[in-house]
């Protein structure tokens, strides 16, 4: 089952639970130059060029959740990207999925901007810069 929480409540579960890991799903280039949760592990759900899935991406998460049970929650810039990696975890076996509503820049504004209406960083929780 794939839990969905927004940046708030993902914050807490973080907090509150030393066991969750927090998986950044977006490419390296949105990880670094955009910014992340500093407790954020990347793994990509999808790569440039041409945006191509990970086909390691289960394997990858496994080296930092090994133990199915551990909570795991995943980031990507709006929330979509997210909830796919999340079903991918899903089918390998994986039981307590979070998928963090609106992701990092949350979704686009009518000026087709991201940042101003959700998303991580504009709930004020802690991110940097690579």
């Known amino acids: 089952?794939?839990?969905?929480?927004?940046?708030?409540?993902?914050?807490?579960?973080?907090?509150?639970?030393?066991?969750?890991?927090?998986?950044?799903?977006?490419?390296?280039?949105?990880?670094?130059?955009?910014?992340?949760?500093?407790?954020?592990i990347h793994v990509a759900w999808k790569e440039f060029p041409g945006m191509q899935l990970n086909t390691g991406f289960v394997d990858q998460v496994r080296q930092y959740a090994p133990n199915k049970a551990?909570?795991?929650?995943?980031?990507?810039?709006?929330?979509q990207r997210s909830v796919d990696a999340a079903k991918a975890l899903e089918a390998a076996g994986y039981e307590h999925l979070i998928n963090i509503l609106e992701g990092f820049e949350g979704p686009l504004d009518e000026n087709?901007?991201?940042?101003?209406?959700?998303?991580?960083?504009?709930?004020?929780?802690p991110w940097q810069q690579s």
Do not use: Y
Not at 14 to 26: C, E, F, G, K, Y
Not at 112 to 120: A, D, I, L, P
């Open 70 to 79: 551990t909570p795991i929650l995943l980031l990507c810039r709006s929330g």
């Open 1 to 40: 089952m794939i839990e969905n929480l927004d940046p708030k409540q993902s914050w807490a579960v973080l907090q509150t639970n030393p066991a969750a890991v927090l998986i950044d799903v977006r490419t390296a280039i949105e990880h670094s130059f955009v910014g992340h949760p500093p407790q954020a």
């Open 112 to 125: 087709k901007h991201r940042g101003n209406t959700g998303g991580w960083r504009f709930h004020g929780l």
